[in-house]
């Protein structure tokens, strides 16, 4: 008989060789307790966090707590049920209410998790006979909508605007398009150049879809994203983002000002076929939206953080993913995924939290400890980070 987890044994190889080393396994930490969005209590050791997503600091926030246990009270504690059946309360039109105006958009769609968001939307409106031109670093939510979808693939390197124009000359004229990109990608934290990308694409008559997850709330005039910021929002066709980074809880959504959007909630199959999100969840998420969209002092501090952190750990001489802070998440390049996961667990004895990324889910390869700011880290905690990464970079090996 066939073994099925045969396939996994490359993978599996890797993971027992690392571990033989005596490193602590960096995809098993257990959390103990959270004190606040910037720290909590990891093997019994008080540990500031730098690997959380939770850009903004809404997670603890009072208005977003209070909102999400009064939900819990009134309406227990899940719908067990879709949304085209039980699975609509108040809270869920409330959640895209404040959606629609925070985006200024008409249309506003939530769904159970950001990859959902993107499965559901992209494998929806992009079929048989379509095609979907996508950055080749693209998040796997994306690669996954697409398969599920059956459109034809269609990857250009990465933030090339030249590489996109060509791609979408080559394409039939008539034929469906859909163009979908990142505003921050993940891995390394880089911008991608949405103006001149949404340009070329809307003169090949594509449509087009922005994933703005990792800059919603603290990206833009109004936290709108990286589209806003670069003045294109009104081009974008489809907005997608999640609530389990700036928002502070969990759970996806859609925005669009296109006028047939609402057939989305009859077809798209991982918005009809999939369990609504609980009463609190999209309390607090409505509460938090609504704050966001008043939160510029929170986002100068998170740009501020993210500047000094930056020019701190290259001062050290760490290699970073980026030449200048592009957003909150701060790469830095490690040689390879042993000494990677050194560095990660002596940052963690330090008392700090990073995320240690490798392949398939790095560019180029690369093993990475990923950085994600906070507004709610104070400009001491930064200091401390420096400090945490110098010695634990010395002791390792990684920086003389």
Known sequence: MTDLFSKFDPLIQQRETLLATGVTDPYNLVMEKV????????NGRETILLGTYNYMGMTFDEDVIAAGKDALDKFGSGTTGSRVLNGTYQ???ECEEALKEFYAMDHAMVFSTGYQANLGIISTIAGKGDYV??????????????KMGDAEIVAFRHNDVDALEKRLKRLPAD????VVLEGVYSMLGDVAPLKEMIRVSKEAGAMVLVDEAHSMGFIGENGRGVAEAQGVLDDVDFVIGTFSKSVGTVGGFCVSNHPKFEIMRLVCRPYVFTASLPPSVVATAATSIRKLMHGSNKRAHLWENSKVLHKGLRDLGFQLGTDEPQSAI??????DLEQGAMMWEALLEEGLYVNLARPPATPAG?????CSLCAEHSIDQVGEILGRFERAGKRVGIIG
């Open 91 to 93: 809270g869920h039109k």
């Open 366 to 370: 690369m093993t990475l400890l990923r």
């Open 35 to 42: 004190i606040s969005p910037t720290v909590a209590i990891c």
């Open 175 to 178: 034929a469906g398009k859909l």
């Open 133 to 146: 031109i996508l950055d080749i670093d693209s998040h796997a939510s994306i690669y996954d909508g697409c």
């Open 330 to 335: 701060i790469a830095v390049i490690m040689p």
